[in-house]
C-alpha cells in the first residue's frame, strides 16, 4: 500500500519568514495530494490539494508543488502568522478502485512572535 | 447546517466492555470514514464506506466493527475495548474520491 513520509516533525521559524514541509510517497500511481491543517483541540480542515497534472498550486500565502519523478511534495507558506501554528498533515491517495487517502505523520509548525 | 456531529464527545471504557461511536452527515456525501490519532502517529484509516450498505477494511481495521444502514450515518463498533484502542476518533465524509475530507469534532476515547 501507499507510505507517506513526513519531514519535519517540528519547526519553528520567526514570524514574518518562510516555513517549507515536505512530504515523500511510495505508490507511483497516487495522484491527489491534500494538505490539512489541524489547530489544537479542532478538526483537521483542507487547506489547499493538487493533483497530478500540475506542479504547482498557490492559493494567497501558501503553495503546494509537486514533483512526481521524486515521488515528494511539499508545501510553503510565506509570511507567517502566529495563526499558522498547528499541525499540517500531508497525504495521498491513487484514486479511483483504491479510495483511501493515507496520511503522513504530520508537522508541528509553531510561528514565534 | 451541522455537517458532520460525532455522538458522544468523550468517553471512558474499562478493558472488554463494548460501544458505538455515531458519525451524522447532513451534507448528502456518498463517502464516509473513521480514522483514529495517535501521538506522533497521525491519522489512520479504520474503515470506509463509498455509499449506504456498503463497507470496506482501512490500514487499522482489527479490533472494530462498521454498518453504514443509512446514507447519513455511519456507525463505528468495539466489542471488546482494550487499552490500545485509546485514541482520538474522527469521522470524515466526502462527495467522492479525491475530493476534500470534512471532519466531524472529534470523540477522546480512553480504555483503563
Known amino acids: 500500500g501507499e507510505n507517506v513520509e513526513q519531514h519535519p516533525s517540528t519547526l519553528s521559524v520567526q514570524e514574518g519568514d518562510s516555513a517549507v514541509i515536505k512530504c515523500t510517497y511510495s505508490?507511483?500511481?497516487?495522484?491527489?495530494f491534500p494538505w490539512y491543517k489541524q489547530e489544537l483541540g479542532k478538526r483537521p480542515q483542507l487547506i489547499i490539494d493538487?493533483?497530478?497534472?500540475?506542479g504547482e498550486k498557490k492559493d494567497q500565502r501558501i503553495a503546494v508543488t509537486l514533483n512526481k519523478t521524486a515521488k515528494h511534495f511539499s508545501l510553503h507558506i510565506t509570511e507567517t502568522q502566529p495563526e499558522d501554528s498547528a499541525v499540517y498533515f500531508c497525504a495521498a491517495s491513487r484514486g479511483f478502485g483504491n479510495e483511501k487517502l493515507t496520511f503522513g505523520t504530520g508537522t508541528r509548525l509553531t510561528i514565534i512572535p | 447546517n451541522a455537517g458532520v456531529t460525532q455522538t458522544p464527545k468523550f468517553r471512558v471504557l474499562k478493558t472488554g466492555q463494548s460501544m458505538t461511536l455515531l458519525c451524522a452527515q447532513d451534507?448528502?456525501?456518498?463517502?464516509m470514514y473513521w480514522y483514529r490519532q495517535d501521538p506522533g502517529m497521525g491519522l489512520r484509516l479504520i474503515h470506509y464506506?463509498?455509499?449506504?450498505?456498503?463497507?470496506a477494511k482501512g490500514e487499522v481495521p482489527d479490533g472494530y466493527n462498521v454498518s453504514r444502514l443509512k446514507k447519513q450515518n455511519f456507525l463505528l463498533g468495539l466489542e471488546s475495548a482494550a487499552p490500545s484502542q485509546t485514541s482520538v476518533y474522527f469521522c470524515?465524509?466526502?462527495?467522492?474520491?479525491?475530493?476534500?475530507?470534512?471532519f466531524g469534532p472529534g470523540t477522546r476515547l480512553t480504555v483503563t
Open positions: 470524515a465524509n466526502s462527495r467522492g474520491l479525491s475530493y476534500e475530507q470534512y
Open positions: 493538487i493533483r497530478s497534472n500540475v
Open positions: 464506506s463509498v455509499g449506504e450498505g456498503t463497507t
Open positions: 505508490d507511483s500511481a497516487s495522484n491527489y
Open positions: 451534507m448528502n456525501h456518498e463517502y
